[in-house]
């Protein structure tokens, strides 16, 4: 089985930075997977908000969070990361963390794409 378990989420204030990170848990290796981040706002549909490619060469960004967040990974440790600065009350959502392991296909925004997903943790940001 593939098991992902996030943490880091919490209350923040606006303008502060808060940093998610993702624990894959795989008899496969980690190295090989794709990682996205999706995150999902009350009375919203999940949205797409940032991916990374198996050997973190190619990276991609919503463009309501480019330049503000950064994704990572540390695929010794097989964690994935979410660096969230200068964070606004529009980030408040629960995010989730997802891994695609036909990387080969590339990087993905679709929810399609990813075969396994954590179970979510809120973030919410004050004024």
């Known amino acids: 089985q593939v098991q992902l378990v996030e943490s880091g989420g919490g209350l923040v204030q606006a303008g502060g930075s808060l940093r998610l990170s993702c624990v894959v848990n795989?008899?496969?290796?980690?190295?090989?997977?794709?990682m996205g981040w999706f995150r999902q706002a009350p009375g919203k549909d999940r949205e797409f908000v940032s991916a990374v490619s198996w050997n973190g060469g190619n990276e991609d960004y919503a463009d309501s969070v480019k330049g503000r967040f950064t994704i990572s990974r540390d695929n010794a440790k097989k964690t994935g990361y979410l660096q969230m600065n200068i964070v606004k009350r529009e980030d408040t959502a629960v995010y989730y963390c997802?891994?695609?392991?036909?990387?080969?296909?590339?990087?993905?925004?679709?929810?399609?794409?990813?075969?396994?997903w954590g179970q979510g943790t809120q973030v919410t940001v004050s004024s």
């Open positions: 997802a891994v695609d392991r036909e990387s080969w296909l590339g990087v993905s925004r679709s929810e399609s794409r990813y075969e396994y």
């Open positions: 795989s008899d496969y290796t980690f190295g090989t997977y794709n």
